[in-house]
C-alpha cells in the first residue's frame, strides 16, 4: 500500500521562501505520477503543479508558474516542491498525490493515493 509523508511547512512572511518534500513508499516510485494540491480555508482542494512518472513533464497553476518548482528525486522516493516569493494567498495545507502511469491530470479523483498535508502559512 502506497504512502506519502508531506514535510516541510511552516510559517514564512511573504516574500520568503518554503521546501515541501513528500516522501513516498509501499510501491515503486519512479511508475508515479506525483502532483502537489493545496487547500486554502473555506475553500476546495486545488491543483498546484505535477510531474509525471515517465518523460517528467511537468505542469503548473497560473497561480504559481514561475515561482514554484517540482521535482523528485527518484533514487529517494520523494518529490520536492521549492516555494518562492511566498504570497499571502499561497497559505493552505499542501498535499501530494500519487497516481501510478498517471498522465497529465489536475483532477483530484484521479490521484489514488494522498499524504495527511502539511500546512504553509504566508504572513504579510
Known amino acids: 500500500q502506497v504512502q506519502l509523508a508531506e514535510s516541510g511547512g511552516g510559517l514564512v512572511q511573504a516574500g520568503g521562501s518554503l521546501r515541501l518534500s513528500c516522501a513516498f513508499s509501499g510501491n515503486t516510485f519512479s511508475d508515479h505520477t506525483m502532483a502537489w494540491f493545496r487547500q486554502a480555508p473555506g475553500k476546495e482542494r486545488e491543483f498546484v503543479s505535477l510531474?509525471?512518472?515517465?518523460?517528467?513533464?511537468?505542469y503548473y497553476a497560473d497561480s504559481v508558474k514561475g515561482r514554484f518548482t517540482i521535482s523528485r528525486d527518484d533514487a529517494k522516493n520523494t518529490v520536492y516542491l521549492q516555494m518562492d516569493s511566498l504570497k499571502p494567498e499561497d497559505t493552505a495545507v499542501y498535499y501530494c498525490?500519487?497516481?501510478?502511469?498517471?498522465?497529465?491530470?489536475?483532477?483530484?479523483?484521479?490521484?489514488?493515493?494522498w499524504g495527511q498535508g502539511t500546512l504553509v502559512n504566508v504572513s504579510s
Open positions: 510531474i509525471t512518472w515517465n518523460v517528467r513533464n511537468i
Open positions: 498525490g500519487a497516481r501510478r502511469y498517471g498522465g497529465r491530470t489536475y483532477t483530484e479523483t484521479m490521484y489514488n493515493y
